[in-house]
């Protein structure tokens, strides 16, 4: 059975793998001419996401890729001292088992670990897909399969194709994030600072040594106008919510002239009455993406692809079958993401000067509560700080080929 993965950052990776275990011939087209090399952004992985890592053979090179952030460290404008936080303490908090990692590292893990067993196209894209399974694309030949499969994002174009315009499927949450990439001379490796305000928030550190990041977040009263491939609108948007913030913003603005990676967008949930249509079906921020920074995205994504594989492996790649039990799977774990993100967005970027003083304190008790403490108030409920914790992951080994059979 050949299957067709749109995208090949994090879900189309890892989905490709298991579906090449379970006996599938998986081709993977990307946009991008290569795997981005600049970096990207900080992920979380939590348990279940690196229990799949780890039966991947890919633990030890996502763990050696660890950020090792142990401090961040917020300023308020107007304040003499800032505030502090031992990340250590409350990571063991959120997860029993958790790595950070820049995004495109984890990327390029996940390819390296499918390169020779995927055939993957890279500088082209879909543009047509018949009920039937012929797929048309912009640059090479029309071919046909089995099963089309949407791992392209929260901007993704296999679900424009398939399912209609973006704009009946978002949820805008009330924030933006961008990322930029900063010469070496910017924070340590150990720590993040920052400062923030009412409805901003910037801060900075070293992804790991000669290569940092600064993150800004901020609220408005509406949805800005933008396109989300306009870099250039974009950086403008930046400069014009952050030029009077003060501490180190004027500095960090300053390198969006020469930045080598710039991440834009709103934080923006995603919610489709179904994932699947047909013979196609969407995986990770896709189908179901629960905000960009604040929901889990990346780990969600992971555990998607792995549960997708598993079901269509079940019902021998029937996707009558097996696309109405992923989402049935699923469903309690993406409701409870999005949840969870709109309070983190709450939280995040204060919308009053009475949430920035609940945040701040909230760091402060924190960083006084004994480990012991702060990881039992955690497992208090799935729908806290332990949701992603949560999830139980199904055991599909017993539908794993040998390999090189590939008889579905």
């Keep these: 059975m050949n299957v067709l993965i749109s995208g090949a950052s994090v879900a189309g990776p890892v989905l490709a793998y298991w579906l090449t275990r379970y006996g599938f011939t998986v081709t993977v087209v990307e946009r991008a001419p290569a795997l981005r090399k600049a970096g990207g952004h900080a992920v979380d992985l939590f348990r279940p996401a690196m229990d799949i890592v780890e039966k991947m053979g890919v633990l030890d090179r996502v763990q050696a890729g660890r950020t090792g952030t142990e401090r961040l460290t917020l300023w308020t404008p107007g304040r003499a001292r800032p505030v502090e936080l031992e990340l250590r303490k409350l990571m063991p908090a959120v997860s029993s088992r958790h790595v950070e990692i820049m995004r495109d590292d984890l990327s390029e893990i996940f390819y390296d670990a499918t390169r020779d067993d995927v055939e993957y196209v890279f500088d082209d894209s879909i543009t047509s897909i018949s009920e039937a399974g012929e797929v048309t694309f912009e640059r090479g030949p029309g071919r046909s399969f089995d099963l089309v499969i949407g791992a392209d994002g929260l901007h993704s174009n296999v679900r424009r194709l398939v ?19 900063l010469p070496d001379h910017f924070g340590r490796d150990d720590r993040v600072e920052g400062v923030v305000g009412v409805g901003r928030m910037a801060a900075y550190g070293a992804a790991r040594p000669s290569d940092a ?19 250039p609108r974009q950086k403008e948007l930046l400069r014009e919510h952050f030029a009077d913030l003060g501490w180190e913003v004027p500095r960090l603005l300053r390198e969006l002239d020469s930045t080598p990676a710039f991440y834009f967008d709103s934080i923006t949930q995603l919610h489709l009455d179904t994932w699947s249509r047909g013979r196609v ?29 598993g079901e269509l492996a079940a019902a021998g790649g029937e996707p009558a079958r097996a696309f109405p039990a992923y989402e049935a799977e699923l469903a309690a774990y993406v409701r409870r993401s999005r949840a969870f993100a709109v309070g983190v967005a709450k939280r995040l970027v204060p919308r009053s000067r009475t949430d920035l003083w609940a945040l701040l304190q909230g760091m402060r008790l924190i960083n006084h509560l004994p480990a012991g403490l702060t990881r039992a108030v955690s497992t208090l409920g ?19 080929v040998a390999s090189g059979q590939h008889s579905l």
């Design 281 to 309: 079906t969407l995986v990770g921020d896709a189908g179901y993406c629960p905000g960009p920074a604040v929901g889990g995205s990346t780990s969600l994504a992971v555990v998607g692809a792995y549960v997708l594989a």
């Design 213 to 231: 990041r600064a993150a800004f977040f901020f609220r408005t009263p509406e949805p800005l106008d933008y396109h989300h491939r306009d870099v």
């Design 163 to 181: 399912f209609g315009p973006e704009s009946r499927f978002t949820t805008w949450i009330g924030a933006y994030l961008a990322v930029v990439s």
């Design 382 to 400: 799935a729908k806290g700080a332990r949701l992603h914790d949560s999830f139980a992951l199904k055991d599909y080994a017993r539908y794993e």
